[in-house]
């Protein structure tokens, strides 16, 4: 159960951009919790990138301003530079989670338990699983493979996530719409993930604040981070 209730929402953003603070707006406009997953050695600098022929920015926060951004939601480890885990060895995977897991822990003013797999494609194999359940202090690891499913997963560091928010937007509210409908006696989670840069993409930020809308305010459903749905913390 969550928190006394069958059924959990949850979000979940990676890199720890500019954007989060407007998705921060809407998610507190409509009582939402989320993970966002930082990169503590990139915090500071300015970047851009390139997706589906748009530029948009890709800017991270300052340091000193991380506690205050995030206040009311997770702050998760998302690896120091965003390294592929998959090509490093086990000393250097240890050395860029548990760093980074610990500074942010200093930033956020609490000690940080979550994590997200850096990059895109092939970006965690088990062995990478295994190092970080042995060598650092991360007690869940969220993946880029989607599930399109509710149910309780037994192993939370190789955790899938339900859905990815972009590419997989229509399905996203297709789940939504059968989340909602749901009577279960067994624990449903419903994990969405993704970049708040992406809504820059085409000016999805009202699509989202849409689906933001729907799914939240519903007596049955617990509304989480991260932690909170998969620890219980």
């Not at 548990?98 to 965690?124: I, M, Q, T």
Request: charged residues 25%; hydrophobic residues 35%.
């Amino acid at each position: 159960m969550f928190h006394g209730k069958m059924k959990a929402v949850t979000f979940s953003y990676d890199d720890g951009v500019t954007q989060d603070q407007r998705l921060i707006a809407i998610l507190n406009k409509y009582g939402l919790k989320a993970t966002f997953n930082l990169n503590s050695g990139l915090l500071g600098t300015a970047n851009a990138l390139v997706r589906d022929g748009v530029t948009v920015a890709h800017c991270k926060p300052q340091p000193g301003e991380i506690r205050r951004i995030y206040e009311g939601h997770e702050i998760a480890s998302h690896t120091l530079t965003h390294p592929m885990l998959p090509e490093l060895d086990e000393r250097e995977i240890i050395r860029q989670v548990e760093e980074d897991r610990l500074r942010l822990s200093k930033l956020a003013g609490y000690e940080v338990v979550g994590f997200a797999y850096p990059g895109g494609g092939v970006n965690y194999d088990r062995r990478v699983a295994d190092v970080i359940r042995r060598g650092t202090g991360i007690r869940y690891c969220r993946t880029t493979v989607s599930s399109h499913d509710f149910a309780p997963q037994a192993d939370l560091y190789e955790f899938r996530p339900t859905v990815y928010h972009l590419m997989e937007g229509d399905r996203m509210r297709a789940l939504g719409e059968r989340f909602v409908a749901l009577k279960t006696d067994t624990p449903a989670l419903f994990y969405i993930w993704g970049h708040a840069y992406e809504f820059d993409i085409g000016d999805r930020w009202q699509e989202f604040e849409d689906f933001c809308s729907f799914i939240s305010g519903r007596e049955d459903i617990f509304y989480g981070t991260n932690k909170e749905v998969l620890l219980g913390l």
